[in-house]
């Protein structure tokens, strides 16, 4: 997770992270015969003040040169740019994703009978299914797609966001690789 303040400070570092996982993506489907490489990037970017358009939301624009992004900004969202997915979500939590869906339902008169996994999943902002969450800053989880990520794989790392190297990135996607999936059995 980025948060307002360390965007400030290195504005750029998201894109850094963006190039590494797509050269850490494409060796990795150079080296196997599977097709395991990056298909898609999510980024969270808490925010102190939503109602305040970030100072870094230049850099997240000229993404569109080497990604697809998908922006999610107060209650716009925005895709431009070519090539794989990345996902950007400024300031939404997991819980005002959930507490939304449900308003939402309620608008549309969906019967308590009625609600279902799927038909909450209809309603919520973010489709996303995560195989690997790699959370920063230490051992503690953020609610950023709580309900999308219960089987995800997450992997911690005790560093800040702007700290990340490629050699972090590469070690969280090495041990995701390992991993045995067992979606919660």
């Known amino acids: ?10 504005p750029a570092h998201i894109r850094r992270i963006i190039s590494w996982c797509l050269e850490i993506s494409e060796k990795v489907q ?13 980024i969270h970017i808490s925010s102190l003040c939503p ?13 569109s040169d080497i990604v697809k992004v998908h922006l999610h900004y107060k209650e716009k ?7 794989i997915p990345v996902t950007i979500a400024i300031g939404k939590s997991g819980r005002e994703e959930i507490s939304d869906a449900i308003r939402s339902m309620v608008d549309d008169k969906i019967r308590p009978e ?31 797609l709580i309900w999308q990520s219960v089987y995800s794989e ?12 490629k050699t972090d990135l590469i070690r969280a996607f090495r041990d995701f690789q390992s991993r045995n999936r067992r979606f919660g059995a």
Not at 30 to 42: D, F, P, R
Request: negative net charge; glycine residues 6%; hydrophobic residues 35%.
């Open 77 to 83: 969202t925005e895709t431009f740019g070519t090539g």
């Open 51 to 63: 109602e305040n358009q970030p100072s870094f939301i230049t850099e997240i624009y000229n993404l």
């Open 154 to 165: 997450l992997f911690f790392l005790d560093l800040n966001w702007e700290k990340i190297r």
């Open 114 to 144: 009625d609600l279902t996994n799927e038909v909450l999943e209809q309603y919520l902002t973010f489709s996303h299914t995560p195989d690997c969450v790699i959370k920063t800053g230490g051992a503690h989880l953020v609610d950023f």
């Open 1 to 10: 997770m980025i948060s307002d303040d360390e965007m400030k400070d290195d």
């Open 30 to 42: 150079k080296n196997s015969s599977k097709n395991t490489g990056i298909s898609e990037i999510i």
